[in-house]
C-alpha cells in the first residue's frame, strides 16, 4: 500500500463542501466515485479539513493509501478527466505511511474574496462576496492585527456540536488588500474553528458599516461570546487558499 | 427624448450573445425586459456589435433614446436589480443626438483567454480555453505583428449572410502575455470580421503546435481564403474589452 498526497482545487459554487452527505453532492463524493473508476479501490479518505457548502479552495489536500500500482501522474491525470469540471487535481505524490492530510497540517490561509463595487461583477457570481459602501482599508487591516497571536476564539466560532474542547488558535497573519474593486482579506492559522473566517471578516465589515466600534476586536475576543461579534459573512467569498505541512 | 450610451458587462457563459433570437436567450432579450420594467417604454436599442454565444463582454455599449426622466444614475442601479446576475450596467450617460453605439465607434479591443497547463481551473470553467502544450508565446507574439496594418482579412472571417463588400480592417496591435499559467491574447481594430479574433487565436495555436509552419501569416492574409488559416478557438475565451468613441 502507498500513501498518497494529492492537491485539488475546486469552486463550490455548486458543491455542499467537502464532507459526504445524504442528498448533497461533495466533493468527496465526487472524488470516491472518480477514484473507484480508475482504481476500483475505496480507500479511506482522509480531508484536510471539512469546508463549507459554497466554500472554494484554491488548494485542498487529501492523503489515501492504495494498493493499485498506477504511476503518481498518470492518477493525477486520470482523475481529472473523470471529475467533474468544477473539481481540478493539480498534484499527487507519495508521502511517508505515517502522513495523514489533517492530523499532518501544521496550518492554513484562507482568503475571502469581497468585490467592493455599488454595481456587481458578473464574473464573480457566487466567487466573491458583492459589498456596495466604501470601505476603510487602513483602519480594518489596524483593527484586525488584534487577531494576530494565540486567543481563545469563542466569539469566533459558530457553536454547535462539532466543536469540543479547546477553542485556543494561533493567527499568524491578518490583512487586507485592495487591487481596484477586489478587496482582499488573508488569514494564516494553526487551525480554525467552525466558521471563524466568516465570522472575523463579517466583524471586520460591521466595524466598516459602523455597526460595531473600531477599537473593540480586543474586548470582542477577550469576552469569548458569539454574540458579541459581527454576523457571519457568506461562505461564497470564502477559499481555502494554503494548507502547511512539516 | 434623451440619448443614453449604456455600458455594460456580462459573462456569456448561460447567454447566446448580443442579437435577439427565437428560441434562445440573448443579452438584448434581458437588457430590454429589465429596462421595461423601469421606464414602461421599447426604445430601439442599438448595441456597439454582435457577440456569439458564449462571448463574454468586459465592455459592452448601447445606445437608446427615451422619453421617460429617470435620472442616469437611478437607471444605472434600478437596471442592476432588474438584470440577471450575469448582466451589469457599469455606467448610463447622457449623448449627443446623434451618438450610435455601433456607427459612431471608432474601433473595439478584444481579448481572448487561454488558461495553459496541463490541469484545467475550476475557476475558468467558459471563461478560458483549456489549452494543455507548452506555448511558445515570443514566437506567436513575433508572428502576429503580421496582423497589424490595414489588410483585406478574409483568411480570418467565417463567411456566411452576414459579412457583405469590404473585408478590409486594420489591426492596430496584437499582442500575448502570460501571467502564471494564464495566457492573454489582446488585440485592437477599427472593426471586426465576424470570428476574426477566434480564427486569428485559432491560426496561431495551430502554428505553436506545428499543424500550420510559422513565418507564413503573411501569405495566410494575402491568400484571403479562409481555408488557409487555422480552425476557429472556441467562443468561451473571448471577451469584448473595451469600445472605443470619437
Redesign the interface.
Known sequence: MRNLLLTL???GKNLHGWQIQDNALTVQEVFQNALYQIIHERPDIKGCSRTDSGV?ANMYCVSMKIAHPITEDHL??AM?RYLS??????DVRQVPDDFHARYSCKGKEYVYKVWNS??????L?D?ALHYRYEMDIDKMNREAQAFVGTHDFTSFCTLDKREKGDFTRTVKYFNIKREGDLVTFTVAADGFLYNMVRIMVGTLLAMNNGRIEFGTLPRIIEGENRKLAGPTAPSCGLYLNKVFYQ
Open positions: 482545487s475546486y469552486c472554494h493525477m491525470m481529472n469540471d468544477d473539481v481540478a487535481v493539480t455599488r454595481v456587481r461583477n458578473p464574473f457570481q466567487l
